[in-house]
């Protein structure tokens, strides 16, 4: 990110004077001190994007100030000045962690030259961030596989949508790839040698999500120790993904638009404005406009994500799709490990006719499952019924019920729909062998909602 502010520590009024002129001509905020002891509390005020600092002043000097610094406030660059122009003292202060130095008397192409230098760093520093994450999941996206008509209609939207900066929202079950969508229209785009950044909604408190997006300043909040920079901004150029956004709070949900509207807004606790140029693709699991009727989404924030819509259909409905998904994660596992696994005919027939609740996400493991316990032998229907016990739900088949899902019995439709919820929680539960995820994603809720609904029924303590 472009330096904004800095804090400039010298003993000689002119040198502070000098340095406050030319870095405000350059649009950053600067305030002075006299020491490093007044430069720490300045600091501590308000943090810094940069610290400059004379080497030798009266109490605390630059040394101290710059060891004081790096512990407080790890990656803030720090650049010491020095009249007395020996390499030693230059060389020693870098070696302890300083960026760069300056020789007194310095003029206005030095510092303006040293600043150039130093917004290339923190913007490659940026970048080695965001591309250890994305390259654990850049190859994902060309396994987004598809061939019905339902799945080369959302190819064709991703590839028009991806010319435009229009918003996405990715609609569909828990499962069904819409991380793909939205990794599949960046890397199509003119973004693409910008980030991919990734934030799950569902997963963090109000206050963990406003500074996991927008960042934070030092002492904002309990915990917040140092300075963070937020998901918008390290987003900037690219595009990033807002995953199960119908999880926000009101209040972020206002701030969230402010961004869409104006591109602008303040880390928490900060008061300077950022500016940022992304494309926000998001997803949900829910029906938004549901949840805009009962005033839980704002209507204003709805209209502003859904520009461009796309609706992952579940896997159930994509017919032959889920025989090429199968194949394709048989030969990627099967690589994985060493070994050249197969299908028999009655096993593959049994895996595509169930109705795979937990949609692509489900299917991926069912088939690491089937070839770790299995290796080279063949996946017959015995082997996938051992490896897939959820076969033995009622209507886990699409045959079962002529592919409408579960019928219900005289006695249950008597029940009371809280006590069906009840009884189909249990029974979801009780399949899933207790483990959050895997049920939340069978039943196409977050686990956070999952784990809501299992308290209100008393099924966890």
Not at 216 to 223: D, V
Not at 293 to 319: K, Q, S, T, W
Not at 422 to 451: V, Y
């Amino acid at each position: 990110m472009p330096i904004r502010s800095a804090v400039v520590a010298d003993d000689e009024f002119l040198n502070r004077d000098l340095m406050e002129e030319i870095l405000s001509r350059m649009q950053i905020t600067v305030r002075t001190a006299k020491d490093g002891v007044q430069a720490l509390r300045a600091l501590e005020e308000e943090p810094a994007d940069l610290l400059i600092t004379d080497i030798r002043m009266p109490g605390m000097g630059g040394l101290k100030l710059l060891h004081k610094a790096a512990e407080k406030w790890p990656g803030m660059p720090v650049v010491m000045m020095t009249a007395y122009a020996s390499v030693e003292s230059a060389v020693e202060s870098m070696r302890q962690g300083a960026y760069d130095y300056l020789m007194k008397p310095f003029g206005v192409e030095q510092v303006e030259a040293l600043l150039l230098r130093l917004n290339e760093r923190q913007q490659l520093l940026r970048e080695v961030v965001v591309l250890r994450e994305e390259s654990r999941d850049r190859h994902r996206a060309r396994n987004f596989l598809g061939q019905t008509p339902v799945m080369e209609d959302v190819f064709d939207v991703i590839s028009r949508a991806a010319r435009s900066q229009a918003t996405v929202l990715v609609n569909g079950e828990s499962g069904t790839g819409k991380e793909l969508v939205a990794r599949s229209l960046h890397e199509q785009s003119h973004r693409n040698a910008g980030p991919f950044i990734k934030v799950n909604c569902a997963a963090l408190t109000e206050t963990l999500l406003a500074s996991e997006l927008f960042g934070h300043e030092k002492g904002s909040f309990t915990g917040a120790d140092n300075q963070r920079i937020g998901r918008f901004e390290l987003a900037d150029g690219g595009t990033i993904l807002l995953d199960e956004i119908s999880e926000i709070s009101p209040e972020l949900q206002a701030k969230l638009l402010r961004v869409l509207e104006e591109r602008q807004f303040e880390r928490v606790g900060g008061e300077h404005t950022i500016t940022v140029d992304v494309r926000v693709v998001a997803t949900t699991n829910r029906d938004l406009p549901e949840e805009v009727a009962a005033g839980r989404f704002r209507e204003d924030l709805y209209y502003r994500l859904n520009v461009i819509p796309v609706e992952m259909p579940p896997l159930r409905d994509r017919g032959d799709d889920i025989a090429q998904i199968l194949h394709h994660y048989l030969k990627h596992f099967g690589e994985e490990l060493g070994c050249k696994p197969s299908f028999t005919d009655d096993g593959l027939e049994l895996l595509c006719a169930y109705r795979w609740p937990g949609n692509v996400r489900e299917l991926v493991n069912v088939v690491e499952r089937l070839v770790v316990l299995n290796g080279d032998a063949p996946l017959d229907a015995a082997a996938v019924r051992r490896c897939l016990p959820e076969l033995k739900r009622e209507g886990a088949l699409a045959s079962d019920t002529g592919g409408e899902g579960p019928m219900l019995s005289e006695a249950q439709a008597m029940l009371t729909l809280e006590e069906m919820e009840r009884q189909h929680l249990q029974r979801a539960w009780e399949c899933c062998d207790g483990d959050k995820q895997r049920c939340a994603d069978a039943l196409g809720i977050t686990p956070r909602m999952l784990w809501g609904r299992l308290r209100k029924f008393g099924l966890v303590d």
